[in-house]
């Protein structure tokens, strides 16, 4: 049983890396601290904050543990060392994540040693249960293969727009793959979860936007897969991400979990974009996200047919009216009630309503809302630059895609279920991030989700000049992590490991 | 040092696997052994310091004071410290001062009664953010080892030649365990076998590279010059005893491929003691891994830093049964050091002195050690943590 007092300041130090400068002699701290060891009192009132969550370490020295302590063992074999940041100044013990190393492999600690590691944010270990889930940020991924340091830099905006639109986002997956049945999947590695992809996506949300985090006012994460029945996905982004202002150590943020099954995150974003244009109310921007580390039951069980489909991953929007890339034109959600696709409270894995699926749920829903939507804005499928649909699997949206009157070169793009599997609430707002990383300026965007149950949400983006301005502060889009080169594929028992987590 | 405290008796149990036992039962042993031989009865103590690292928590055991109590029947002043050096050190103010003449010392431990958790309470105890992270006891040791080989540049051939005499540290101490029937570890291992179990581990360090977990009990009596007097003619005088502290986060520290704790103590130590270091002879080093009886040499300043592999290579090409450092012999772990011997955390120490206590009086039986040089100063170094605390102590006979 981890204590909880305890849990609370390790969370609060670990999840961020955070230390103290102290500004008399220069040296520098891991942990808080109110003075320095060298200047003592009167480095009172002296000492500067550190934050290292978007900084890139060294990783100094390294060994491999074969025998980890008893909460570790789920992770296996992996390589733990000595990280340093600021050249030496601050160093702190690591492991290395992302990392899978097989038994009877022989590490080469000097091929390891010396090179750049980005803090992620983690599960730390197994625990019960019942138990509060711990994570840190001293988990690390080598910054030179398939994670690249960014910074985050907050710009200043310098437009103002009459409707709200996206003004930032951010796509992730991890970097392991099971390739089945002409599909690639995404996998999370071990301790990776729908909590972490949320952060992760986040994250890569405020650095792609140059939105300053402490002006977030609210931040929706839709999610089917938060490995706590109660106990919000979103409080935990915005305490790691620091949204909203921070005061001692809580953040003025409003921060709310949603579920619709897939369609959690996109029914968020009409609510994110009617807050930030409410005069008054003095909410800048609105982060909606959607992250699933999607269930599935073994394949040999009942629900196990999802098992061949689904996927991993996050995607975050930010909502706003300065610096939009992609303007909202308008919306249309219907709802009906369909036992589609369910998951019963304390059961692990969703079941699957064999007939309701298709025709009377995917097909009817997202077909009435994009008809709708088009009929309401007068708009012919020749209007529209690309079209997004949910994605559970290939054939279905390339058939609704069809059927609407779409051609390839307005579907395709958006068309990543093959490439990352079933993201659930991350599926739509992915191909929705696919085009939005090629799209030109002027382009309108068609994107219509599906979450079981049943509802569907409609939307029109038209992209703005910015669109192109802000591409090259993101380093992770869609097809860089489609296309990389240190994708690691597993087998399907791996798959199944990894995916159940710590 | 004015008022030197005098150790007349120490008496120990074997150290292994003692599942038979109680805790208090092991204490007891290692206080009879040590009564027999000074000749002395419970009801002559005026105070005891008992050390134990975490019996509360291998053993649920908290107020160890009360069950010595009822075992004993005594009912005097009784402290609790976490190393056998702390309370050794308390030990030695109180006498210094004038508050005891004759008490007693005893450390304890029983670590293999919580074998499948032990090494989790090692390192949230010894270093949380390292356990947090994913640290392992035995990593620390690894990174130590990985540092010191790239801030000395050792490759090649020195880099097969410092692997070596790691492995021959192992041997040594196995070697010097043969002679000690409290031994954990009395049989004679090979070079290779210490080789072929890091091959095995696929790590720079294997299973012949550290110190098991262990249980037993030490018990050291301690004296004033003047009630010393009267119990025997071989006194044993505590010229210097200091200890230094460092961070809990290993990976923190300014050196990883050291511990300042045991510089700063040294220093002090010696300066108490009022001799050169090179005046001692005897020495137990706190070798919970191959890598740490090498880095302590170092740290003591026997060796230069970068250098003590090489005076450990050379003098085990042809083992005579010590270090020969700049053409001087140092005898090192002479009982088997923590690897052979044992380390029962709490108790530990009180074996490092019981065997130099020995050594000095000339009653270590096989294992005693003779030189050219009349054999005066010997010197324990006790770490606690992954060299959080350092503890040093330097004994001498008249």
Redesign the interface.
């Known amino acids: 049983m981890s204590s909880e007092p305890i849990e609370r300041r390790?969370s609060y130090l670990?999840d961020r890396l955070r230390g103290r400068r102290c500004q008399i002699c220069g040296k520098e701290?891991?942990e808080i601290r109110d003075y320095c060891g060298n200047c003592g009192r009167k480095s009172f009132g002296k000492m500067a904050d550190i934050d290292l969550f978007y900084e890139k370490g060294r990783l100094?020295?390294?060994?491999?543990?074969?025998?980890?302590?008893?909460?570790?063992t789920k992770?296996g074999n992996?390589i733990?060392?000595?990280?340093s940041f600021h050249n030496g100044k601050?160093?702190?013990?690591?492991?290395l994540t992302d990392k899978i190393i097989k038994d009877g492999?022989?590490?080469d600690?000097s091929t390891l040693?010396g090179r750049e590691v980005v803090p992620r944010f983690r599960r730390?270990?197994s625990v019960g249960k019942s138990d509060i889930i711990?994570t840190?940020s001293?988990?690390f991924t080598l910054a030179d293969e398939y994670y690249p340091h960014q910074e985050y830099v907050v710009v200043k905006p310098n437009k103002e727009y009459e409707a709200p639109g996206i003004v930032g986002y951010g796509a992730y997956t991890s970097k392991f793959r099971i390739k089945e049945g002409g599909m690639e999947r995404a996998i999370p590695f071990i301790d990776e979860d729908a909590i972490t992809a949320a952060v992760e996506a986040g994250k890569l949300a405020l650095i792609h936007s140059g939105v300053d985090n402490s002006l977030i006012g609210k931040v929706y994460v839709g999610s089917e897969s938060n490995p706590y029945a109660v106990k919000p996905i979103a409080s935990k982004v915005a305490q790691v991400l620091k949204l909203g202002e921070e005061d001692e150590d809580v953040q003025g943020v409003d921060a709310v979990d949603t579920e619709f099954a897939c369609k959690a995150a996109t029914s968020m974003f009409k609510d994110a974009a009617s807050l930030v244009n409410y005069p008054k109310l003095g909410i800048p921007y609105v982060m909606v996200i959607g992250a699933d580390n999607s269930q599935a039951a073994p394949r040999d069980c009942p629900g196990g047919e999802l098992d061949l489909f689904v996927g991993f991953g996050g995607c975050a929007y930010i909502f706003g009216k300065t610096d939009v890339i992609a303007e909202i034109e308008g919306w249309y959600s219907c709802t009906s009630d369909t036992p589609d696709f369910w998951r019963r409270d304390g059961e692990p894995y969703p079941m699957h309503g064999g007939r309701f699926t298709g025709d009377p749920a995917y097909f009817k829903h997202i077909r009435k809302a994009a008809k709708k939507l088009m009929e309401r804005l007068g708009l012919q499928p020749s209007d529209i630059n690309y079209f997004v649909a949910h994605q559970p699997n290939v054939q279905f949206p390339v058939r609704i895609a069809k059927e609407l009157g779409f051609k390839e070169e307005q579907y395709l793009p958006s068309l990543q279920v093959a490439k990352f599997g079933n993201a659930y609430s991350g599926s739509s707002p992915i191909g929705l991030a696919a085009v939005l990383d090629i799209a030109k300026p002027n382009e309108r965007i068609l994107i219509v989700s599906y979450g079981s149950g049943a509802g569907s949400d409609a939307y029109t983006f038209i992209t703005t000049n910015q669109i192109t301005e802000k591409r090259q502060r993101q380093k992770l889009t869609v097809r860089y992590q489609a296309e990389n080169p240190y994708l690691e594929y597993v087998d399907y028992t791996t798959y199944r490991r990894l995916k159940l987590g710590m | 040092m004015p008022n030197r405290p005098v150790i007349v008796g120490a008496g120990r149990t074997k150290f292994g696997e003692h599942y038979e036992k109680q805790p208090e039962r092991l204490i007891e042993e290692a206080w009879l052994r040590a009564s027999e031989e000074a000749g002395l009865e419970r009801k002559d103590l005026e105070a005891c310091y008992i050390s134990d690292y975490f019996l509360l928590i291998t053993n649920k055991l908290g107020l160890e004071e009360g069950f010595l109590s009822e075992l004993t029947e005594l009912h005097v002043p009784m402290d609790f410290a976490r190393s056998f050096s702390s309370a050794f050190s308390n030990a030695c103010n109180a006498i210094q001062a004038g508050k005891y003449d004759l008490v007693l010392i005893g450390g304890i431990e029983k670590m293999t009664d919580r074998w499948d958790k032990i090494r989790d309470d090692l390192m949230l105890l010894g270093d949380p953010w390292s356990y947090y992270a994913g640290g392992t006891p035995e990593a620390n040791h690894e990174l130590m080892l990985r540092a010191y080989i790239k801030k000395y540049g050792i490759e090649g051939e020195n880099l097969e030649k410092l692997n070596l005499a790691l492995a021959q540290i192992s041997v040594k101490n196995h070697l010097n365990a043969l002679k000690n029937e409290c031994a954990q570890f009395q049989r004679k291992i090979t070079v290779e076998q210490v080789l072929e179990a890091r091959r095995i581990a696929r790590r720079p360090l294997g299973v012949y590279d550290f110190a098991p977990i262990s249980d037993g009990a030490t018990a050291v009596i301690l004296a004033s010059e003047e009630t010393a007097r009267k119990i025997t003619d071989e006194p044993v005088y505590v010229l210097g005893s200091s200890s230094a502290t460092d961070y809990l986060t290993f990976p923190a520290r300014e050196d990883v491929t050291g511990f300042l704790a045991t510089r700063l103590a040294i220093g002090k130590a010696l300066k108490t003691a009022g001799i050169n270091l090179w005046d001692i002879q005897i020495l137990e080093l706190y070798d919970q891994s191959t890598v740490m009886e090498m880095v302590s040499l170092e740290d003591l300043g026997f060796c230069e830093k970068g250098k003590a592999w090489k005076a450990i290579f050379e003098s085990c090409q042809d083992y005579k049964g010590y270090y020969s450092i700049n053409g001087r012999k140092l005898f090192v772990n002479m009982n088997g050091g923590l690897k052979a011997d044992g380390n029962p955390l709490g108790a530990t120490g009180g074996a490092q002195i019981h065997e130099v206590f020995k050594q000095l009086r000339g009653e270590a039986g096989e294992r005693q050690v003779t030189s050219d040089k009349e054999l005066k100063y010997g010197c324990v170094l006790e770490l606690e943590g992954f060299g959080t605390k350092g503890h040093v102590h330097i004994f001498g006979r008249d």
């Open positions: 390790v670990g701290y891991f100094e020295i390294c060994t491999l543990v074969k025998e980890p302590t008893n909460k570790f992770l992996y733990y060392g000595i990280v601050i160093r702190v013990p690591g492991r492999e022989t590490v600690f040693e730390r270990y711990p840190i001293l988990a």
